[in-house]
């Protein structure tokens, strides 16, 4: 009964910003643990960030640090990701997550819900 859609990506020069949203529907955005995974071809999909419904905290994987921002607009029901800093190395397919906990880590079996994801391309 939930629904992830995501949208934002495209293509950017390294070094360039990106920012990534994800309409949650079907559900009490406020009760729903949000995060953002992405997975490159021949790769395993790994976490990139996540964050709590009450924004008690956030949590990044090393990789992207200092780099980019999640945050939440409860009013509107979306989750956005802020990319800076862009690398080469941050090219994949981005997905949304969801879950209404508990989320014990940024794991892909953590989370019941997903979006379809959206493709970030950094040249």
């Known amino acids: 009964h939930v629904q992830l859609v995501e949208s934002g990506g495209g293509s950017v020069q390294a070094g360039g910003s990106l920012t990534l949203s994800c309409v949650a529907s079907?559900?009490?955005?406020?009760?729903?643990?949000m995060a953002w995974f992405r997975q490159s071809p021949g790769r395993e999909r790994e976490g990139v960030a996540a964050?709590?419904?009450?924004?008690?905290?956030?949590y990044y994987a090393d990789s992207v640090k200092g780099r980019f921002t999640i945050s939440q607009d409860n009013g509107k029901n979306t989750l956005y990701l802020q990319m800076n800093s862009l690398k080469t190395e941050d090219t994949a397919v981005y997905y949304c997550?969801?879950?209404?906990?508990?989320?014990?880590?940024?794991?892909?079996?953590?989370?019941?819900?997903w979006g379809q994801g959206t493709q970030v391309t950094v040249s």
């Open positions: 997550a969801a879950d209404p906990g508990p989320c014990r880590s940024l794991s892909r079996t953590e989370f019941g819900y």
């Open positions: 079907g559900y009490d955005f406020s009760k729903l643990y």
């Open positions: 964050i709590r419904t009450d924004l008690v905290s956030t």
